[in-house]
């Protein structure tokens, strides 16, 4: 499979400080790239499992010892490493969205590019596709999906204008669907509409947030004192999810304070925001809205 180059390649895996002997997740395997560069960098005792939920990322799969590839959702990420014998990692590594395979391959429906059936699926094997989303569900479903996760003020319309459509047919194909909307695609904006739309019908159809969020609550638990998270998004929506836990432990909200004032958050931010620098983004285009965040599991369960 044809995968492009991995965003952030050396910032992300430098951000792990990785030790030649520890074992480390790279929960979005995709095409290896960061999972090789981090297999580069261990020893003969180290170890790294991976989790990818797309069937075509087992075509990528690395033969070696040390590599362990798992093919399913990283929100199950403890219960597998369990399954493993794994309760303690030293890092885990996170290249969040979708991958440049997924989009550049037609069928799968992710891409604006190209007409395909509504899908849209991650995990080829998941129930709930593009067309199911767009032709069953309930408009004020519809209309909160577009505000939240593609952040479009004209959220209403765009629910009642599918509702109206599918009321004549149902909608299967990505054609039918921009035809449903061209209204609200003027020519200057039609591509960053259109990819709001499809961005937030793919978040709802992979359930992307609260993966992202089962995720982040479960790396407290799994990380060793001084392990490190290091991990890219690419809209607004995870990168806020993912600062707000590095920052207070949670999505909402701010943690509570002792009786002396003192407040216990169980990571501390590594550096500032990392973006990519032009050569990169001139190299690899899906680079350039990335932002890696990298944190530090503090030693001490609660506040001295």
């Known amino acids: 499979m044809e ?10 895996v430098d951000g792990l ?8 997740v790279d929960v979005t395997f995709g095409g290896g790239g960061h999972s090789k560069e981090i297999l ?72 604006t590019r190209f ?14 596709s593009a067309y199911n989303v767009i032709n069953d569900y309930e408009e004020a479903d519809l209309k909160k999906m577009f505000l939240e996760y593609g952040e479009l003020r004209n959220a209403p319309k765009l629910a009642r204008t ?13 054609i039918a669907l921009k035809e449903v909307l061209k209204p609200f695609l003027p020519k200057h904006k039609e ?39 290091s991990f890219i998004s690419y809209h607004s929506l995870e990168d806020r999810l993912v600062k707000r836990f590095i920052r207070n432990g949670m ?7 002792d009786l002396y004032g003192n407040v216990y958050v169980p990571f501390k931010k590594v550096g500032g925001l990392i973006i990519p620098d032009n050569d990169e983004i001139k190299e690899n285009n899906r680079a350039r809205s990335a932002k890696l965040r990298i944190a530090e599991r503090v030693k001490e369960e609660n506040p001295a």
């Not at 007409?115 to 709930?128: F, I, K, P, V, Y």
């Not at 999505?251 to 304070?257: L, Y």
């Open 3 to 12: 995968y492009h180059n991995p965003v952030l390649l050396k910032e992300t």
């Open 251 to 257: 999505f909402e909200g701010e943690p509570e304070k």
């Open 191 to 229: 591509h960053k509409i259109l990819a709001q739309i499809y961005q937030a019908i793919r978040i709802e159809v992979n359930q992307e947030i609260g993966a992202l969020k089962e995720l982040l609550m479960q790396t407290t638990e799994l990380l060793n004192p001084n392990g490190r998270v």
């Open 40 to 111: 580069n960098r261990l020893g003969p005792e180290g170890k790294l499992f991976a989790f990818d939920q797309d069937l075509d990322a087992l075509d990528n799969t690395i033969k070696d010892d040390r590599f362990i590839l798992i093919n399913e959702n990283f929100r199950f990420i403890k219960r597998f490493l369990r399954f493993h014998g794994v309760r303690k990692v030293d890092g885990i590594l996170g290249d969040f969205g979708v991958s440049s395979h997924q989009f550049d391959v037609a069928d799968r429906g992710f891409s």
């Open 115 to 128: 007409d395909a059936d509504l899908d849209m699926r991650m995990n080829q094997n998941g129930e709930l």
């Open 162 to 174: 599918i509702i109206a459509a599918r009321k004549e047919e149902p909608l299967k194909t990505s």
């Open 17 to 24: 400080v990785i030790k030649p002997n520890g074992t480390y």
